[in-house]
């Protein structure tokens, strides 16, 4: 009778061993599903990146504004009969 229980007990862990252990085990679950949680945060942050992509894309192919805008501030760029002012400041002496 011992001995059959001692088989019983080896089977059942020899059941369970793929279940903690094997390809789809408890473990392995664990750790894809993180990798999913975070390939997802990435996912997110590229998307919201794409997004205003997207919109500076779409305001510069339809307003001037933002072409002028960044043509200024870029390139250092002004209008015709404009006068540009450069203030430099100076550092103290020691």
């Known amino acids: 009778m011992k001995q059959l229980a001692l088989l019983l007990a080896m089977l059942m862990l020899l ?11 408890w473990f392995r679950v664990r750790q894809v599903e993180q990798q999913i949680h975070s390939q997802r945060e990435v996912n997110r942050r590229l998307q919201e990146r794409n997004a205003a992509l997207e919109a500076e894309v779409q305001d510069l192919k339809v307003g001037l504004e933002a072409i002028e805008e960044r043509a200024r501030s ?9 006068i540009f002012f450069q203030v430099v400041e100076q550092t103290p002496k020691q």
């Not at 059941?15 to 085990?25: D, E, M």
């Open 74 to 82: 870029e390139l250092g760029m002004i209008k015709r009969d404009e």
């Open 15 to 25: 059941i369970q061993y793929p279940l903690w252990f094997g390809k789809g085990s």
